[in-house]
């Protein structure tokens, strides 16, 4: 009882679930026992005090959240840092727990206004004071981790907080003694936890399962080797025995409705400071400068709640507010992430959104060379589909061959930038690293912008037939412009097409000058083929819809046919091959692409089995286009997905929702998406062209 060990605990007289700040106060308002909750509280008094020293707190009426004590502050040494509450059910209990720090001589620090931090409920020092643990999330806000780091001289590892029931970071991880960590890992963010790992060795990381968890198992106070909470599992127990841990339950069921336990119950007063440590946060901030419609095209929004979603935080420096319907806003914020890394990510993010430095802080684009060929520097910039300028010796760069997943390489002495593949990088170019001296060009008239549209045939009470029409009418009409103004359609296709009769609609769009060149892989025309051939597809008669006997050789046979012929175009021209969807682009010259993979049959002499070669060939016959028709084929309109600028307009036809989604998911106007069978779509799109060309 000699301990120098104290520990600052608040009386429950005026104890009480009052109001609803957290999931676990819900539904338990008024609901615990004041007389239970006075004996859980002594039992808990009781055990820290055999313990250690524990001072009490005179508690308040009217503030009955008090008896939480860990969110008095956060001690280490001389310093107390107060908490700035997140509720103002809870900021009035700041002026008494400041007057308790400042009557024992802290030196007592105060984060700014409007800087919410919530104390040791959120900020946990490693056992052996190597570093500080500190939340973010729900309560405390990152950018009050640098304070803490400056203040009290230590490094600050800033974990985020995903899951609302655990919303202070006292409520499932708990630093114990000889470096140990006990934690629930779902609580957390996958960056979070790849820090805890870096940082905590895999012997000494005791995860929780989640009825641990929501017995507030974590929130446990660690006094040597002993671990006080409110209750264990059995292998829980057996875990921390087995580490040299003795568990001492005591049960807290009545603050567990407010969601506290034994933890949250207490605040080390006394915590060493390390010689060693050394002042020191992760957290980097940068700020941002947004113009556009940014409240009517949702661009502030989609800013911020990325930054939020990718663990940073973020603070409105300045906005200044277009007053008329077609003025513009302008923002500056402050992104913080908990590390340099997120930072990086979150800019790329904030880049594509049109992002960029306040105009005063404009700077250069960082290079490095190639030094490998085929391979970038670390930390290269990855392109994305939209147009990106970057600035070069003072400059802003247009970036040439705009497209997704590339790195960029800067050609200074012609003020040249563009595009280029990882394979086809070459040592000494110079490659765009970090996100510095970058921005993507937005057209003006994004104002309009939304979401992608997905419009749904089959889908019962998603969409009407009617709005699939008023679709294919729109795009009836865009094709036909496209061709009088003889502009590039590029049709991506996959052998649905065929088997869904689509084949006969696409065959006429070729013939009639609607597409000027078609990308699919060996079964499109596999499929085609054999039902110019021999009338099925994949064996299937596609005027009577039924298996003819033997059919499934059939496609082996067309496969042949062509083989025998030495290609499409060769058994076009001897004659073999007179109808269908690849006879008409050879017929009109319209160029296609077939480009092969594993599960190939033949495969056609046509079809590229290099699939670099393919890739080049695809993105020579996309070059130009001005809309592209992607029919039910996810691997290839993928492939030509990445290829593609924005600007491009994209209509993906697909009966599965999921495919349609990610593919005209490019937060862009341009793209459609229509969820139907693709041979109805097709027929309709024809029926719809017919019906513009009828003289008026
Ligand atoms: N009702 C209190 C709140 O929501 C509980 C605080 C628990 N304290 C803690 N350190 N986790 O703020």
Redesign the pocket.
């Known amino acids: 009882m000699n301990s120098p060990l104290r520990f600052l605990m608040c009386p429950p007289e005026h104890y009480d679930v009052d109001y609803v700040?957290?999931p676990w106060?819900e539904g338990n308002l008024h609901k615990s026992s004041p007389a239970r909750a006075r004996e859980q509280w002594q039992q808990l008094y009781q055990l820290v005090q055999a313990h250690a020293q524990v001072d009490l707190v005179t508690p308040q009426a009217g503030w009955p959240?008090m008896v939480?004590t860990?969110?008095a502050g956060l001690v280490l040494g001389q310093t107390a840092v107060l908490s700035r509450f997140y509720h103002p059910e809870?900021q009035g209990e700041e002026p008494y727990f400041k007057q308790w720090f400042l009557e024992q001589g802290y030196q007592v620090r105060e984060m700014p206004q409007d800087l919410p931090f919530e104390g040791?409920?959120d900020a946990l020092l490693d056992r052996e004071g190597r570093w500080l643990w500190a939340g973010y999330g729900f309560r405390s806000e990152l950018d009050s981790h640098p304070y803490l780091a400056r203040w009290l001289d230590i490094e600050v590892l800033s974990l985020r907080l995903v899951d609302e029931r655990f919303?202070?970071l006292?409520?499932c991880f708990c630093p114990l003694q000889g470096g140990y960590l006990l934690y629930y890992p779902s609580a957390f963010d996958a960056y979070s936890n790849r820090l805890i790992e870096l940082r905590v060795p895999r012997e000494k990381r005791i995860m929780l399962e989640e009825t641990d968890a929501v017995q507030f198992a974590a929130?446990a106070v660690n006094i040597g080797q002993i671990v006080i909470l409110n209750q264990a599992s059995d292998p829980l127990k057996t875990h921390l025995q087995h580490h040299g841990f003795q568990v001492l339950e005591t049960p807290l069921t009545e603050f567990l409705k407010?969601?506290?336990a034994s933890?949250?119950l207490t605040l080390r007063v006394t915590e060493p400071v390390m010689e060693t440590s050394q002042a020191k946060a992760g957290v980097a901030s940068r700020v941002i400068y947004l113009e556009g419609h940014l409240l009517d095209s949702g661009l502030i929004n989609r800013a911020l709640d990325l930054v939020v979603e990718g663990g940073g935080s973020f603070q409105i420096l300045n906005f200044q507010l277009g007053l008329q319907r077609q003025s513009t806003s302008s923002a500056e914020v402050k992104v913080s992430a908990p590390s340099g890394e997120v930072m990086e990510t979150l800019m790329a993010q904030l880049i594509d959104l049109g992002a960029a430095a306040r105009p005063q802080e404009e700077q250069d684009v960082y290079l490095e060379p190639v030094t490998q060929a085929g391979t970038a520097p670390e930390d290269f910039y990855v392109s994305t589909i939209y147009p990106t300028e970057v600035r070069v010796e003072g400059t802003w760069i247009r970036v040439q061959h705009q497209r997704m997943d590339a790195a960029i390489v800067v050609d200074r002495s012609n003020r040249r930038a563009s595009c280029k593949l990882l394979r086809d990088l070459v040592v000494g170019e110079e490659i765009v690293v970090r996100v510095e001296g970058i921005r993507t060009v937005r057209k003006p008239e994004s104002r309009e912008a939304k979401p992608a549209q997905e419009f749904s045939f089959m889908g019962a009470g998603v969409s009407s037939e009617r709005r699939v029409e008023l679709v294919v009418e729109q795009i009836a009409w865009e094709l036909r412009h496209i061709r009088d103004q003889g502009g590039r359609v590029v049709v991506t296709a996959g052998p649905v097409v065929i088997h869904t009769g689509g084949g006969e609609h696409l065959a006429r769009l070729i013939r009639e000058g609607y597409v000027q060149a078609l990308l699919g892989g060996n079964a499109i025309a596999v499929h085609d083929i054999e039902q110019a051939l021999l009338g099925t597809s994949l064996g299937v008669d596609m005027q009577r819809g039924i298996s003819v006997h033997g059919g499934h050789r059939h496609h082996l046979k067309a496969i042949n046919t062509i083989r025998q012929a030495g290609g499409i175009r060769q058994a076009v021209q001897q004659g073999l091959l007179t109808q269908g969807v690849f006879y008409e682009c050879v017929q009109r010259g319209v160029p296609f692409s077939l480009a092969g993979s594993i599960r190939d049959d033949g495969p056609l002499p046509d079809t590229w089995m290099d699939l670099i070669q393919a890739q080049a060939d695809y993105a020579r016959l996309l070059e130009g286009a001005d809309l592209i028709l992607m029919l039910s084929s996810m691997l290839h309109s993928i492939g030509v997905g990445n290829m593609t600028p924005a600007g491009v307009k994209l209509v993906c036809v697909d009966i599965n929702p999921a495919v349609v989604t990610k593919l005209s998911d490019r937060g862009s106007v341009e793209s459609v998406g229509v969820v139907t069978d693709v041979g109805l779509f097709l027929s309709l799109l024809v029926r719809q062209l017919d019906r513009l060309n009828l003289p008026a």
């Open positions: 700040i957290n106060m959240d939480f860990a969110n809870r040791a409920g919303y202070h006292d409520t929130n407010a969601g506290g933890k949250c």
